[in-house]
């Protein structure tokens, strides 16, 4: 990916040049951290060897039964899903199969997703680190039960990727189902250049060694200073504009394809950041359309926001037809390209003049490579980030209260937490 900081130095809140040279030290500090955790392999800083580690080919054999699939219905949730909704929102072509994702748990949806799959010719992929989470069980029995009363045998149709051990694993080896191991030591927010991620994308078809070598890449331009290395510059700059008030990101892509990639970012830097009272919270967004939405929040609202601007360089165009309609003869002849990028520079330049601090990110074109390197980057950002912050990045306590409420609502154990939600203050209006 290719940075300009420029727009957010001198902002209100901004950064000036000489505070990231100040600044860079510790980035330099924290480099070395980083490294020393790759190289022992921590828990986390793992994520950040997949480029040298990731079996591409284990990969490629664990899903070459399914080569006849017209859809891939992934059934995961969180890291498990979104990894992958990434790339197959971004590299979906015509004649690859449908990617189908059930991350969540609306009945309404899911009945109407089902009865909409050609379950005979649907590949469900089962995808959960820890093999507990109670939404991707939940559905994948559902599932299972359509698979069989539509007399489909989803033991053929069914591939699962989860932890060495767990529920998952102990169904996989019980039916001999194909499965995929979740790498030790990367968090699932982290996993998309890993098996959880690369899955779907290789029944797609998509060129998975492309994807690693754009990581590939990403990884070999890591150094100890972030006026070198792109993704530690986001990640500095994000965190000292946090430090000065920006405690909200808009992720703004200006690529339909890219609208998932903002979802895949908000878990990462929610779920990485948002510890100890800190954190910078993310808010989706997608340019040109939220310019005619949040836009006029960006500049006018509170104080406390930057805005993320990113964009391919490389795209296929399409050209706005010549018109002598009054008022429109500006469009005629341009192309909705130039439009959209015009868009992009007005709105980074509307920020600047409201005094918004906004980052650009541009990368090549919406491709294997370039998506390799943009995904890596944002996470050894988001690791940078985290270093400078001290928090625990690849830690997530907070989550665990409400799943235990759930399950203990839901007779699945003496939970306390279930016993809290009974006690809750209740004032309807209606
Ligand atoms: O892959 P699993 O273990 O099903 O977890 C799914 C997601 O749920 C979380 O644990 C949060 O509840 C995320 O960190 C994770 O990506």
């Known amino acids: 990916m290719h940075v ?147 007399g489909v045998d989803w033991t053929d149709r069914t591939f699962v990727t989860t932890g060495e051990s767990g529920n998952l694993r102990s169904l996989a080896e019980k039916h001999d189902l194909p499965s995929l191991s979740v790498p030790d030591g990367v968090p699932g927010r982290f996993s998309a250049l890993s098996t959880v991620g690369l899955a779907v994308a290789a029944i797609q078809g998509h060129d998975l060694d492309a994807i690693r070598a754009g990581s590939a890449d990403a990884a070999g331009g890591l150094s100890g200073s972030l006026f070198e290395t792109p993704a530690y510059a986001y990640g500095a700059t994000t965190y000292a504009l946090a430090g000065r008030g920006a405690v909200t990101n808009a992720m703004m892509p200006y690529a339909e394809r890219l609208e998932t990639f903002a979802e895949w970012f908000a878990q990462l830097w929610a779920e990485s950041l948002g510890k100890d009272g800190l954190g910078q919270t993310p808010a989706r967004a997608l340019g040109a359309t939220d310019q005619h939405s949040q836009l006029q929040l960006y500049r006018a609202g509170p104080r406390d926001k930057l805005v993320t601007l990113v964009r391919p360089r490389d795209y296929s165009d399409r050209a706005i037809p010549e018109t002598d309609l009054d008022g429109l003869s500006y469009l005629g002849g341009s192309s909705l390209g130039d439009l959209l990028d015009a868009e992009f520079e007005a709105t980074e330049a509307s920020l600047v003049e409201s005094g918004v601090p906004a980052i650009r990110v541009e990368i090549d074109a919406v491709d294997e490579r370039s998506l390799g390197s943009l995904l890596y980057e944002m996470e050894a950002a988001c690791v940078l980030y985290g270093e400078l912050a001290a928090v625990s990045t690849f830690t997530q306590p907070a989550v665990e209260w409400g799943k235990n409420a759930a399950r203990g609502l839901l007779g699945g154990g003496d939970f306390e937490e279930a016993e809290a939600v009974d006690q809750r203050t209740s004032l309807v209006v209606e």
């Open 4 to 150: 300009d900081l420029g727009s957010s130095l001198d902002a209100t809140p901004g950064v000036s040049r000489a505070s990231l040279e100040r600044l860079d030290e510790q980035v330099a500090a924290a480099h070395e951290r980083i490294a020393a955790g790759r190289d022992a392999h921590e828990h986390g800083y793992e994520a950040l060897n997949l480029p040298s580690t990731v079996d591409l080919d284990a990969i490629r054999t664990a899903v070459a039964p399914f080569d006849d699939a017209e859809a891939v219905l992934t059934v995961g949730i969180g890291g498990s899903a979104l990894g992958a909704a990434t790339f197959a929102d971004a590299l979906a072509g015509p004649d690859d199969p449908d990617a189908y994702f059930l991350d969540n748990v609306d009945p309404e949806h899911v009945s109407r997703l089902l009865d909409s799959l050609p379950l005979d010719r649907t590949v469900l992929n089962v995808v959960s680190r820890s093999g507990t989470t109670a939404e991707t069980l939940a559905n994948f029995l559902v599932v299972r039960e359509s698979m069989a009363d539509a």
